[in-house]
């Protein structure tokens, strides 16, 4: 169980430093949160894109980071890429640049980064009154898995809490209702995936489920429904039907609860951050230290 | 636009009471809860079910209210339906009975109380913060709805809202995303649902969709989009894609906002509160005032 996203980053300062890889560096918001970043002592960076116009942006805010030049957008996504690939560079972030043409160099047969079967997104939410960070997947890039999809999913989020000092995270696999309902899909994938991990075909995390949000996090709510089991009221890991029910539950984080949030795509041979220009500063942030922190050696 | 739910109480009590017909009345919770309706002036109500285990809670409970005695669910929920319809109840409320079997008897033929195509069901959120009810729609009753379907609880909500003195609320419709994607269906029937408000097939309201939860609720993160809309960042009612999001929505508002929710079924002639046995008391107060404040005349 992690608190707070004060933990990385407080982890992170007492160690060396990593290189966040920024892909379309004439991106001045992206510059602003490495900027922080730095300052903060979490990471160092190395910028890739049209040099003219990082420079400048460079300069207007103090910052003094390695700046290569690339004439495309194709071309700087390959040579981040293969700056990770290579190991000069440890996290790959999105600038300004289609998260299409990111991925497909990110998923390139040859010098791509990919490892896992599948991409996935990983949100980690840190709300006021909450005792620990929440993680949600998939809310932010598989559209609507299937079953299978869903185990790649569980893979990759669970091997990155393992990365994060979970030794075996309670996974919830969510739905509207804690009973199996042949009506509701995610109700049967959830009564799936739970006896998969039994039967050990999904390893090293707990997973349990159907279970509503509310049991899931609240172990009174689970009492009240009378509810048995490991993961009810102490999930860290909440598996969602699809990306609109992940992504609205994100958002509320924020614009409902007052909480803060981070997203981190897993799969990769290296953690991707990628924000949207909507995400607040704070959010970035959060992001480059749990990308960061899964990386370090523990 | 209407801050809280202290709203609708403070209204109710200068009007006329109205009777709410419990049926499956040897239900301990929901008989505390119209106490307290009837101790704050909100509602009177007529009980229908066992009458020797009623009358036994009403005891202990000091509770007065008619009991009606019936030996099975289905003749309880017969003689309710019947009350409401006759126009000696107001509002139908769900105790210690199946949904299944309260449904079938609304939605009976002959003596039901079916006025609309579709039953769905409507969640008003109360949270901390936030200026206003934010209503969602469909996180209770239709699984997966169809556009037909979505047209239909869009009706069944918007005339509830109008009921409730929402002259012509803005309603959002959600989705992870607010730009017309088409691997995402729900992207695309926002679209239509827009289009057919615009030419006046869906009244008494001002439809727009997709938007994000953000963008739907919060003003400045429509601006950083850029997203002309007279509904972004002021919805009053989210069309949600199916039910897990709408459910996640309405949990994620208690157990993650501290805020308080109601929920009532809509498109019979009266509205059906249908409350949950691990809903809070609050909850159950907050459903019983919304049902009965849209039955009033204005």
Known sequence: ????????????????????????????????????????GIADAILVGNKEITKKYCEELQINFEIIDSKTPESAVEIGVK??????????MKGLIKTSILLKAVLNKDWGLRKNKLLS???AMEIPGIDRLLFVADGGMVIKPNLSEKIEIIKNSVEFLNDLGYANPNVAVISAVEVVNDAIESTIDAAILSKMNQRGQIKNCTIDGPLGIDNAINEKAAEIKKIKSKVA???????????????????????????????????SRAPIVLTSRADEEKSKLNSIALAVYSTLKK
Chains 1, 2 share one sequence.
């Open 1 to 40: 169980m992690i608190k707070n996203f004060e933990f990385f980053k407080e982890k992170i300062i007492d160690s060396e430093k990593k290189k966040i890889v920024l892909v379309g560096s004439e991106d001045r918001e992206a510059l602003i949160s490495l900027k922080k970043a730095e300052k903060i």
């Open 83 to 92: 700056l990770v690939n290579s190991g000069k560079g440890n996290i790959l």
């Open 121 to 123: 997104h990983i949100c």
């Open 233 to 267: 009221g102490k999930a860290d890991l909440l598996i969602v039907p699809d990306i609109n029910s992940g992504n609205f539950l994100g958002k509320s984080a924020i614009y409902l609860s007052k909480g803060t949030i981070a997203g981190v795509i897993l799969g």
